[in-house]
């Protein structure tokens, strides 16, 4: 006889493999069902949750024995028996009011006791059920007396029912020795009728199981309690239980109707086995025959109900005789016995107590019948899957067996259709995008011109400027103290060298403008382009209906982002530097009197940033020689038509600023007119210069524009301020539009745009991507619907290949 762990592995890998061909069968039907016929279908559903059932008990490797029968059966009993103590309820009134677990414990540290409380909704349900019972024709008036009892006790005790509901991690000691919970537990059950009302499950771990076995012992209330609750527990039990042990009165050789509806759940749960092979009928209270005649009589009578259970699980047993010879009773229990006189009526009648047959039983089965019970269970299950698995195979392959699994023939599907419908798609998603591309992203003609620039351009464009004013506003080089070190550094402020005060801070103020400019203009321009580059990436995305991968196939984005916005930022930033260190040099790296060689140098990009220049009055400042007459003397130009205010300049200087003869009697009329406001003193002053002016250009046009070379600290700081001012207004109006920035901007914008449609028109790229979205159907935003007769196909070939799995399976189980 094969023993029970290499019986537990051997089954236990036989019902994993059928267990994976069950799930397949029942995923098979629940797409296949109208093929099936439909008493094939609840057959495999009322198996497969069997199968689950019994792999479940396998993989825990436990031993669950259900102690059922009537109440007043003495099941309690017999279990304090089986324990050698009187721990669990078992008095004269009725106190089964919970399922009782008993598990075996490997060490004495292991055991403990557990209380589970009924939940308030529990509560409600139980009385809720005792109404119901006590409207029933089906108890009789004794039952209904009891029920009645714990209705009334219940009603009256609930607000203390509930305090013991609001422990929902119940109660739980542990122990040594089993009297000590003894007094606890007595408590609870006996002397607190609310807390015995409101207990729902004990649970006690001892060593007084088997501690070799994972053993469960589940006492459960009486199938004849009237409330339904306790039944829904029992049938629970017998659904998972390995054995039964069914507490049934001697003196009652007859079954009632309770017990055969006990006896058919535990035979509908387990069809594959007899209630025979599993339970052990313990007749209880052998005790109460009058002599051996009449015990062989009912025993014969018992036999003869249970034809097929071996006399060796046919056991009467007195559990109360047991208890008091050889365990610790309780003290009703001794008031009720006297171990004498129970001894001699047993041995009147000819028996012992018992319980050492029934052990001993239970143990025979554990160790060798149970192993040929599962060999039996599990040989039906595995069985009645195969059969299931064959009608179901012979029903399905003549249908979808010739359905190909390739992926080629839906590519098929998603042919000359799909291809004529993307077509039309493209065309229109073409035309929206450049219509929304002119009207959202695209400039004007002048690419670089003040109106031509995008909203998200133009306001680059002022935050740049504010950026050119931040950074000449402060530059640490033109603080008035620092430009007091560096003009004076060598030398004293009384007797300094101006000229060679003027290059030191113009070369210590180059350096600094040049390293700020490099490292700190363009980051603004490359994020507003980015964020233009978005929006058309974003525009994409929305006409290819967001189509997962649009982004990264338009983008590259398989290359570093970052590495891409570093191109950008480098772009921006040659541009920048191919103007705007041209004007920093001529503006700053030398005083007035040491350009002469720049300007023949740089003489094209001047001419460039002259012709650049959107600042205000830009006609006059645009006129060719303007920039260079500044460089050159550190005045503007006069133009035709007015002069230019100058700050910090003479009256005298004014005219003198004019290089014609016609120029200078027009700015000396308008000084004239300033004089004409001011005292006699000043007045005379003033026309006296003026004239003195006027006469010079007439003499020597050329004379009256030479450069007169700063003196002094205060003279050099006006020609570097000068000089500062000019090179900001060029920045902001010249450098900006010169260096192509907004041409730039377009034509990244533009690179995007001819890549969007060249991926399609040359590549055939987002046809695939839509195809393949479709084909998964992975973005239902996409108008194509798929025909039935594809998703049928789809379907078919799914079917083909779980059909071909469950063939794959059925071979595997044995």
Known sequence: MATWLDTC??????????????????????????????????????????LNQQLERLRANRFEVAVIGLEKAGKS????????????????????????????????????????????????KLQHQRRDALASALLSDKEKKEIQEDYEDTEKNLSAIYEFSRQKNGFTQAFIDISEINEHLQSAIFKNRAQSLAIKRIQLKTVRLRSDRDIIFHDVPGFNSGILMHAEQAIDRLKNCDAIIYA????????????????????????????????????TQADALDDQIDFKDTYEKHKNYWPTVPERRLIPVCARSHLVEFGIPSEDTLRRSKSADDKLKLKKIGITDGMPLLKDAVNFYIDHERAEVLKKRCDALVGNMRHYAGEILMKLEPIYGSTVISESQEDDLLGKEFNQWWGREWQRIKKDFDVWYAESIQGRKEADALGAEHEELAALHAAYDQKIELLLTHLSTAQPEELKRIYTAGGTMSMPDAREGNYKIREELFREIQQKFETEMTDQLAQALQALIDQIVNKTQELLWDTEDVRKNLLHSHIDEGIEQARIRHGFQVLFLRFGRVAVEVFIAKPLQARERLLNERAAEIKTLEAFYQGMDKEKFQQEGRLTHYLRYGLWEKALGGIPALVGKTARAAVKAANTQDMAEVAAAEVAATASRSSRTAKAVIIQDVQDAVGMVKKDPDESVKYVEPVNFEQVVEEINGDLAALQDYLKNSVFYAAGFITYCNQELERIRNRFKEMEDNERQWIGLIRTAVKYERNPKIPYNIAHSKRDFRMRREIAREIKEVRESYGQVH
């Open 9 to 50: 592995q051997q089954q236990l890998a036989r019902l994993e493999k059928t267990s994976v061909l069950a799930d397949k069968l029942v995923t098979l039907c629940n797409k296949t069902e109208v093929d099936i016929a439909p008493e094939l279908v609840q057959k495999l559903n009322a198996e497969h949750p069997r």
């Open 77 to 124: 009993a017999l279990l304090n028996a089986w324990l050698g103590q009187e721990i669990l309820p078992s008095a004269r009134e009725r106190c089964t009011f919970t399922s009782t677990e008993i598990w075996s414990a490997q060490t004495e540290q292991d055991q403990s006791l557990s209380i589970q409380y009924y939940s308030k909704e529990e509560i409600s």
């Open 248 to 283: 049934k009165e001697m003196k009652q050789p007859s079954i009632t109707g309770p017990e055969k509806d006990m006896l058919l759940v535990a035979d509908a749960e387990d069809p594959s086995i007899r209630v025979s092979d599993k339970i052990f009928v313990v007749l």
